[in-house]
């Protein structure tokens, strides 16, 4: 991979197209359908509870936990997978492999009914699974499509054609709704069931499309390859990380920030439902709306960012997290809720693309490799989201509150408040001052 191959429109296109191929599995089933369809299978209000596997949980805290088992299990295989992909050249296969799979278990949530939440559960989680392990691959070709100045720009646009696509998926799959005779008309039992086969269709043939369209690789896997080499991949990028000015400190600030940013997003509707018993129809259209101010968000942050630096940029974010956290404690009516996610969107898009462009600049571009650095940028995202997901579900079973639970976070959010001020000013490796 070379300098001229930065900033090629065609390629960035290819990259930003992943987003929109996978952003689908985010939007509509982790925060809109699935949540909603789980409500109606399991009962998610308050006190609801579930068998399985012969423990009975709550519902709604079960969520939670599964959410935490997908990362978990993601985060353990990301770093070994990265630093292979690092020495055999496997990126684009390991990514393609991650997606297949979850868009294959996204379309068999089809089956998912009241008597079979064993099952159903593990094909979320497997279908988690591949969402998040094809992401560390898709973001380690970030720092070598775009240049420096254009990373933030580059970033956000991803994440805006995510957001707009998902969106148009989501409309398209709720128009049975509204439009009489198509398929599930007036039934929402079966429109969200054909959503999911429809998530699962739309992830698969443009992720393809999108990874086509992604740089090769032009290494190839050596004779004496053997698990002790990546290991010893994995060493290496470790020194690399430490190595780099300021990389350390700043994913400190991601972890605490990712904790609290994906356990709202993953909870959201969860909490809408139990806490304040929104309908569904009200559920999903506040996840629209969140989603359409997020397109806005992204972009908006992206410009802070190249203003005030991202650092700046990035502890507004999270002072803004930590007052949506505690304004949850006292959301009592729909229309406070309206609000707050309306927050949340603006705020949403522009922390995800920046964590993201922000790590990107402590990666020269010209180097190769980076699958392993990203894995480990990859561990702390899936680990920050097991931690908060684990922590929201577990203190949410003790007090029965999940206003409690979301008080909770503003703790993550503080903290990552302190370390970007103390990463404010920080040069990167490739001059770009943070």
Known sequence: ????????????????????????????????????????????????????????????????????????????????????????????????????????????LYFFESGNPESSILLFVLATIGYSGSIVFYNSFLPEIASTNKLETVSARGFAMGYIGSVLLLVLVLLPLFVSGLPGSG??????????????????????????????????????????????????????ILSIHGLALFLFGFFFMNTGVQTVMYLAAIFGDAELHLSSEKLIATILILQLLAIG??????????????????????????????????????????????????????????????????????????SALFGFFDVLEKLSIVLGTFTFGLIHQATGSMRISALTLTAFFILAMAVFAKLRGTQSKGGFRV
């Open 297 to 370: 968000g992204s972009l908006l942050f992206a410009r802070l960012a190249n203003r005030f630096r991202p650092a700046s940029a990035l502890i507004l974010a999270a002072a803004l997290w930590a007052l949506i956290c505690v304004l949850a404690f006292f959301v009592r009516s729909d229309f406070q809720f309206y609000g707050l996610a309306s927050l949340v969107g603006l705020v949403m898009g522009g922390s995800q693309s920046l964590l993201r462009s922000t790590f990107s600049h402590f990666i020269p571009g010209a180097e190769i490799g980076k």
């Open 1 to 108: 991979m070379t300098n001229n191959s930065l900033d090629q429109p065609r390629t960035i296109f290819s990259w930003c197209l992943y987003d929109w191929a996978n952003s689908v599995f985010s939007l509509v089933i982790t925060s809109t359908l699935f949540p909603v369809y789980y409500g109606l299978m399991t009962g998610s209000g308050q006190g609801s509870e579930v068998d399985f596997f012969g423990f009975r949980v709550l519902s709604s805290a079960l969520y939670s936990f599964a959410v935490s088992a997908a990362f978990l299990m993601a985060g353990l295989m990301s770093p070994f997978l990265s630093a292979l992909a690092d020495l055999g050249g496997l990126r684009k296969r390991f990514m393609a492999g991650f997606c297949f799979a979850g868009a294959a278990a996204s379309a068999l």
């Open 187 to 240: 039934d929402f039992s079966a429109v969200c069931r054909n959503g999911f086969v429809y998530t699962g269709l739309w992830w698969m043939v443009f992720g393809w499309i999108s990874i086509r369209g992604l740089p090769r690789s032009d290494k190839k896997m050596k004779a004496g390859f053997s698990p002790a080499s990546v290991i010893k991949r994995m060493m290496v990028a470790r020194e690399e």
